[in-house]
C-alpha cells in the first residue's frame, strides 16, 4: 500500500527579484516543511504555478527539493498536461529521478468527456507504471469535473492511488469513497474541508495553509483519527480565517504574501499572476497576527 503521509504541502515555487526560480530558497522552504507537518511536498504543482514553468525548470525543482528532504519527506512531482503524450513524457523523466509519486491534473481546456478523461490517465499509468499516480480534481481551474463513477474505475487500475479532490463537493466524495477501495487514498483540495473530508473517509490534505500552520493541520488530522472529534474542530475552527483568506484572490498570490511577511524570499507569482493589492497584504497580515505568525 502507497502512502503519502497526511499532509502534503502543495509547495510555492520561490522567484528572485528578476522572476528566475530561486533554487536555494525552495531548498530551505522545503525543509521547513518538512520540519514542520508536512508528510509529502507536492512540487510544481497548481500553487507551485506550475503553468508558467518550464519544463526544465520543473526537473531542477523536483532535484533539489528531493534533495533537500530525502529521508524527511516524500516528493509528488506535479506533471501532469492537457496533452496525454506530453503528461507521459514529463512522468517518465519524473520517474527516472526516483520521486514518491506524480499528481495528474485533469487535462484543462479541452474539456475531455469522462471517457477522453479515463483513456488518459490509463495510458500514463500503463506507460509509467512504477510511479504512484495521485488524480487531481480541480474544476474550478479546468473546465472538467473528474466524475466519482470515473474515479472509480480509474482506482482499478494498477498504481493509480489516491485523488485530490478540490471539487467542493462533499456528495461527491462520499460517492469515491463507497465506489473505491479502502486503501485508496482521498485527500482534501481545500484546507476549509479537510476536517469535514476525514469524516466522509478521506486520509488527509494536500494544503496551501501548511506552510504557515503545518504542525496545526498535523494535529487536527491525528487528533480526528484517534477520535478527539472536539479537539480537532476546536483547531479546524481557530484555523478556519486562514484556510479562507488565503483564498481571497487566486493562488498563490496570498500565500506568497504571507510568506513575505515572515521573511521568505519567495518574489511574487509569475506573470500572468501579480503581485498582492494593498487590501490583500492587510487581509492575510490581519489574520496571521490573530494567529500569532507574523
Avoid at 28 to 57: F, I, N
Avoid at 87 to 92: E, K, L, Q
Avoid at 202 to 207: F, H, K, L, P
Amino acid at each position: 500500500m502507497v502512502s503519502f503521509g497526511r499532509v502534503i504541502t502543495a509547495m510555492v515555487t520561490p522567484f528572485d527579484a528578476d522572476g528566475q526560480v530561486n533554487f536555494a530558497i525552495a531548498e530551505k522552504l522545503a525543509v521547513h516543511l518538512a520540519d514542520h507537518g508536512s508528510d509529502a511536498l507536492v512540487v510544481c504543482g497548481t500553487t507551485g504555478e506550475s503553468p508558467t514553468l518550464t519544463w526544465d525548470e520543473e526537473y531542477e525543482l523536483f532535484q533539489v527539493v528531493q534533495k533537500a528532504v530525502a529521508g524527511k519527506a516524500k516528493i509528488i512531482a506535479g506533471t501532469g498536461s492537457n496533452c496525454t503524450r506530453e503528461a507521459i513524457s514529463a512522468t517518465r523523466k519524473a520517474c527516472k529521478l526516483g520521486l514518491d509519486g506524480t499528481l495528474q491534473v485533469v487535462p484543462y481546456y479541452n474539456k475531455p468527456p469522462q471517457a477522453g478523461l479515463y483513456q488518459h490517465y490509463r495510458a500514463i499509468a500503463e506507460a509509467v507504471p512504477d510511479l504512484p499516480m495521485m488524480l487531481y480534481n480541480v474544476p474550478g481551474r479546468t473546465g472538467q469535473n473528474l466524475a466519482a463513477d470515473t474515479v472509480a474505475k480509474l482506482a482499478t487500475i494498477p498504481g493509480i492511488v489516491a485523488v485530490k479532490e478540490a471539487s467542493g463537493n462533499l456528495d461527491q466524495v462520499s460517492a469515491i469513497r463507497r465506489q473505491t477501495p479502502a486503501d485508496f487514498a482521498i485527500y482534501s483540495g481545500d484546507d476549509s474541508l479537510t476536517l469535514p473530508l476525514l469524516s466522509l473517509g478521506a486520509t488527509g490534505v494536500v494544503s496551501v495553509a501548511s506552510h504557515l500552520v503545518g504542525d496545526q493541520i498535523q494535529q487536527m488530522i491525528q487528533s480526528f483519527a484517534v477520535g478527539q472529534v472536539q479537539a480537532a474542530t476546536a483547531l479546524h475552527l481557530k484555523l478556519f480565517s486562514l484556510f479562507k483568506t488565503l483564498f481571497v484572490t487566486a493562488n498563490p498570490i496570498p500565500v506568497k504574501a504571507a510568506l513575505t511577511l515572515q521573511g521568505w524570499s519567495v518574489g511574487v507569482g509569475r506573470s500572468p499572476l501579480c503581485p498582492p493589492e494593498a487590501e490583500v497584504i492587510d487581509q492575510v497580515k490581519a489574520v496571521m497576527a490573530e494567529l500569532a505568525l507574523v
